[in-house]
């Protein structure tokens, strides 16, 4: 019975008086903070669809509903590139836009390169982003230019939202990214390819070569023929035993063969590689040698080059009972 007094106060009282209004003034605001984001985000990607025609032209009058009309009424700071833009009325916007448009572009889009992120008060709307860019140039080059922007809204007279201020910038162009492991054999292959002479063995010169392809303090364990076993330390002395050898023929082949290597990453700027080599030479007297090998090397980056720090490149066993 004591709580049904209490409820019957309640219910007579400002208290009760207080809650309901608080309730029915509640429910409205909600519904006007959702339409408000419903309306925030509509033009939001109404600006990402008109700035995306494609290979159409763009309709630059489509973009009046969406800025604040008058002189002085925006705030436009866009940069492209090496270019800052300042604009402060919808008509300057078009009157900017569309000749570089129409002159430097065979089509154009943008996309979000993550969620919009919105921010939104009673008076104030801010729509944040990250811009990607693909264009075709009239020259015939691909651009996918990226972009940080913002839009902010406020409302005009008749309680529109609308466009007060546009801020791009552009971001550096991120490099490639890069499969570390195909650009070491990438720069195997290349080695490879240099030490192929040919008939021109004589003609040899293997200090270019060295300098391109190894440290200057490497370190190699090679063997040139089943008896000849070679350690050579920095590359004057990598030069001076190999490049009279090569001459010594009258062609020398040393063919890396592409589909054996094996990278295996160690850091960023190291790692291993084993691979096996078809080596060919005539002699001046017409005998030739065919020695198959089986090589390691330890390949480490200097100034963004892959580069041998250390080889290891040996003939096969033979074979016990041969």
Excluded at 63 to 83: K, S
Excluded at 134 to 155: C, E, H, M, V, Y
Aim: net charge negative; hydrophobic share 45%.
């Amino acid at each position: 019975m004591g709580f049904f007094r209490i409820v019957s106060w309640l219910q007579g009282s400002a208290f009760w008086f207080a809650l309901t209004a608080v309730a029915a003034l509640t429910l409205p605001t909600m519904a006007i903070a959702q339409d408000a984001e419903a309306d925030i985000r509509a033009k939001t990607e109404r600006w990402f669809a008109l700035w995306s025609p494609g290979g159409a032209p763009i309709d630059w009058e489509a973009f009046r509903p969406l800025y604040m009309e008058g002189e002085g009424a925006i705030l436009v700071i866009d940069d492209f590139g090496d270019t800052v833009t300042t604009i402060t009325s919808i008509d300057d916007y078009i009157a900017t836009w569309k000749p570089v448009m129409a002159a430097g572009f065979q089509s154009w889009s943008i996309a979000p390169g993550e969620p919009i992120a919105y921010r939104i008060s009673d008076t104030l709307a801010v729509a944040s982003f990250l811009l990607i860019g693909d264009g075709l140039t009239t020259d015939g080059n691909r651009i996918a230019p990226r972009q940080r922007g913002s839009l902010i809204f406020q409302k005009n007279k008749a309680d529109d939202w609308r466009i007060v201020e546009e801020r791009l910038t552009t971001l550096p162009q991120e490099a490639p990214k890069s499969n570390m492991a195909d650009d070491v054999r990438a720069r195997i292959i290349a080695w490879g390819e240099a030490w192929v002479v040919g008939d021109d063995a004589e003609k040899f010169n293997l200090r270019p070569i060295a300098e391109e392809y190894y440290v200057s303090d490497l370190l190699a364990f090679d063997t040139s023929d089943d008896a000849g076993k070679t350690v050579i330390r920095g590359m004057d002395e990598f030069v001076a035993t190999w490049q009279p050898f090569v001459r010594s023929w009258d062609i020398w082949e040393f063919n890396v063969l592409p589909d054996s290597i094996e990278v295996r990453p160690v850091t960023e700027t190291m790692a291993w590689a084993t691979l096996y080599i078809d080596n060919y030479g005539r002699a001046k007297d017409g005998a030739e040698f065919h020695g198959p090998a089986q090589g390691t090397l330890l390949m480490t980056k200097h100034d963004g080059a892959w580069k041998i720090a250390h080889e290891h490149i040996s003939l096969p066993r033979k074979d016990p009972q041969e």
